[in-house]
């Protein structure tokens, strides 16, 4: 089955500066890749998703990017701010079934 | 806020018990996927519900099992509690079909087997 790593597990930044996350999976057959931010005690929630013939998407400060020879997709978050302090977790699925997560990173944005 | 809805919020149990979980998709919505989330991890897929059938399972034993209802609302049963079982359980809605792949996620429900 699918196996999706993720890194860095936990990522510090200073307010203003650019995180970035990265993850790998495994099945080649995989084409569909969100990332969701959940905060404490809170759900998950989809901040943006990438499907397999699409190379990078952009939504205002949030970007991905997806190698499919590779087999590897990241999150960038430009100009950072103390509310995007949570935990980010990438995941991979055939066709939206048996999605997989990555472990998640923990993003801590200093003001 | 996502219109999935989660019941209870909160559960304990001792071990061998049962537990039934529900979700209430969101409108619209006919596909359900269930994850158990231990603490400090991702969320591991348990299974999917498609139309009132069970359409993909991950690594999860038997005595986690599911139920789809026609309005599309879901339960999750689980048999024979172990002290592991403890997690918070969510569901997600999405329509199955492609591009409204989205899963949206519902607030969970904390179960505390002791």
């Known amino acids: 089955g699918e196996n999706v790593e993720q890194h860095p597990s936990t990522l510090s930044v200073q307010e203003g500066d650019s995180a970035v996350i990265k993850c790998t999976y495994s099945?080649?057959?995989?084409?569909?890749f969100p990332w969701y931010k959940q905060e404490l005690g809170k759900r998950p929630q989809l901040i943006i998703d990438?499907?397999?013939?699409?190379g990078e998407k952009k939504d205002q400060r949030i970007a991905v990017t997806l190698n499919k020879t590779a087999k590897h997709f990241s999150l960038h978050i430009t100009e950072t701010q103390p509310e995007d302090s949570a935990v980010y977790f990438c995941?991979?699925?055939?066709?939206?079934?048996?999605?997989?997560f990555g472990a998640g990173t923990r993003l801590t944005v200093k003001p | 806020e996502t219109g999935v809805t989660q019941s209870p919020t909160h559960l304990i149990k001792t071990r061998g018990q049962q537990v039934t979980l529900r979700c209430s998709s969101q409108?619209?919505?006919?596909?359900v996927s269930w994850y158990q989330q231990a603490l400090g991890q991702g969320p591991q897929f348990i299974f999917q519900?498609?139309?009132?059938?069970?359409?993909g399972r991950g690594n999860f034993p038997p005595r986690f099992s599911g139920l789809q209802f026609p309005n599309y609302s879901s339960e999750l049963n689980v048999n024979a509690l172990e002290l592991d079982d403890s997690a918070l359980y969510l569901c997600?809605?999405?329509?199955?079909?492609?591009?409204?792949?989205?899963?949206?996620f519902g607030p969970g429900t904390r179960l505390l087997v002791l």
């Open positions: 519900y498609y139309r009132e059938e069970e359409n």
């Open positions: 997600a809605s999405s329509l199955a079909a492609a591009p409204q792949e989205t899963q949206y």
């Open positions: 099945d080649s057959a995989s084409n569909y």
């Open positions: 409108s619209g919505h006919n596909t």
């Open positions: 990438i499907r397999s013939n699409v």
């Open positions: 995941a991979a699925s055939i066709d939206n079934n048996d999605m997989r």
